[in-house]
């Protein structure tokens, strides 16, 4: 009768033969230490992300910025609101730290910023459009609802599916359109910071 083996002995059979790669452990480690720089960066006043970086070796260096171009990057988002725009313009602010090129880089960041400010201001239109187009559909709904119930009846637009589906459809349009051009903003950063 053969031997029935554990869930761990057979993964440990499996295993065996594989080594982890030191190399690739130590850059994951250090990336991670650069994605850490730029939270402290993001989070903290008065931190000078240059200055963070200023405290590893040349051998570190490399895989720390990239953890930090990875992390800036990521926080390279369209703007859900002013707070969300004033995080995307401190991410901006610490492409410096990576970039050779500073006066290229400051053209991009100020288009990158107006960029994002036109996006809050359209995406404000487009909510105010919406509720427009939406305004003679509601006036329907809340009618033949306080004809149903026998007094009348106020529906909030939020609150209806309809009204979402069209709001949602509208945004989803805007933000294609929007982060397609931010995709090549992020592009054009990673390009200039490595």
Known sequence: MSEIKSALEIALERTQDVEANKEALEANTFITEG??????????????????????????LRHV???????????????????????????????????????????????????????LQERKRVMEAVEQRFQP????????MSQQVGARVKIDPAMDPDFQKMLRDNMTILEDRYNQVLARVKQELRRMSE
Do not use: R, T, W
């Open 35 to 60: 994605k850490k720089l730029v939270s402290k960066f993001l989070s903290e006043e008065n931190v000078e992300l240059k200055k963070l970086l200023e405290g590893f070796d040349k051998k570190h």
């Open 137 to 144: 559909i509601l006036q329907q709904k809340e009618q033949a």
């Open 65 to 119: 910025k990239e953890g930090a171009l990875q992390a800036l990057l990521a926080n390279l988002k369209l703007p859900a609101d002013e707070m969300s725009l004033l995080q995307c313009k401190k991410a901006g602010q610490g492409f410096y730290a990576l970039a050779a090129d500073g006066k290229h880089l400051g053209k991009l960041l100020n288009q990158m910023e107006q960029f994002l400010s036109d996006f």
